[in-house]
């Protein structure tokens, strides 16, 4: 088993973090323990709050990482000659599909209650704020002269739909028998919302 004195406080952050993320996407986080992820990184559990708060922080962290990867798929997704809402409907199907691909840590990242954290991970809030300005971004190709209230609080709400239909899809509870009734209704979402918006 390691001494905490072979790693550096960084390194140990980081092994913990990475383990933790492999764990959650094996099993979820409800299963989960801090004495798993200790056996994972060869130290004692003791050890994981000499470097974390608690487990909750731990899995703040992993959200981090999370949030991350979501930002690139949907950067990713959007083809550099592609409309606003093109853009949108690429982001939202990224979406769809980073969530029925990791299904585990989307459910830790937005369905798992964790109490937050007098100091969360510095970099939470920057990335939640990077994955609506994809959104907004393409908002204002869209409408020009909306206010920057206005591309704010349209982006929640265009998302609110799609990741509620993401989690929908998650739990079985859309109630419709296609196969591919989350992308067909993500798609309508995105299409009646850019009418909306452009009027």
């Known amino acids: 088993m390691g001494r905490r004195s072979d790693h550096s406080r960084e390194e ?59 930002h690139a798929l949907c950067a990713e997704a959007v083809s550099e000659n592609a409309t606003p809402e093109e853009a949108i409907k690429a982001m939202g199907l990224a979406y769809l599909r980073f969530a029925g691909t990791h299904t585990h840590q989307f459910d830790l990242m937005f369905t798992r209650s964790i109490q937050q954290p007098e100091m969360p991970p510095p ?15 393409q908002l204002r190709r869209l409408n020009a002269s909306a206010t920057d209230e206005e591309v704010h609080l349209g982006a929640r709400a265009l998302w609110s739909g799609v990741h509620g239909t993401a989690a929908l899809r998650l739990s079985d509870q859309l109630y419709l028998d296609a196969p591919d009734a989350d992308r067909d209704i993500v798609e309508l979402l995105v299409t009646s919302f850019v009418q909306y918006w452009r009027a």
């Open 123 to 137: 970099g939470l809030d920057n990335q939640i704020r990077t994955l609506f300005e994809l959104v907004e971004f």
């Open 12 to 70: 140990l952050q980081a092994m913990i973090i990475e383990a933790t993320l492999t764990l959650v996407r094996d099993r979820g986080a409800d299963k989960v323990t801090a004495r798993q992820i200790a056996t994972a990184v060869g130290y004692t559990p003791g050890m994981l709050y000499s470097v974390f708060i608690n487990l909750q922080d731990i899995f703040l962290h992993v959200n981090e990482i999370g949030l991350r990867t979501l």
